[in-house]
């Protein structure tokens, strides 16, 4: 059984800062990349970055400049430094880790940008 959680998520104001982390636990057998996700209130989840085990990184386009994705794949751990937050990026934010042919997912964490 794998378990994924995250971290980090909260109330920040336009043009702050947020630092989101993901951890990965268990039977673990390979990491073949990770990734962020999110989902805004009656609207679909979509990708905002992920991470190969290899070191490359995607990005969804309004994210790009703005938020970094790193991660360390021994420990089964993600991170996505957020800068400049908009109140669109208000959103429940969900890790994603591929191992195989399974996906496992986090529970979320709320992140809301509002002044």
């Known amino acids: 059984q794998v378990h994924v959680v995250e971290s980090g998520g909260g109330l920040v104001q336009p043009g702050g800062s947020l630092r989101l982390s993901c951890t990965a636990s268990?039977?673990?057998?390979?990491?073949?990349?990770m990734g962020w996700f999110r989902q805004a209130p009656g609207k679909q989840r979509d990708l905002v970055a992920t991470i190969t085990s290899a070191g490359r990184t995607n990005y969804e386009d309004s994210v790009k400049g703005r938020f970094t994705i790193s991660g360390d794949f021994a420990k089964s751990t993600v991170y996505l430094q957020m800068n400049s937050l908009k109140p669109e990026d208000t959103a429940v934010y969900y890790c994603?880790?591929?191992?195989?042919?399974?996906?496992?997912w986090g529970q979320g964490t709320q992140v809301t940008v509002s002044s």
């Open positions: 994603l880790l591929v191992s195989g042919a399974n996906n496992y």
């Open positions: 268990g039977s673990i057998f390979s990491r073949n990349y």
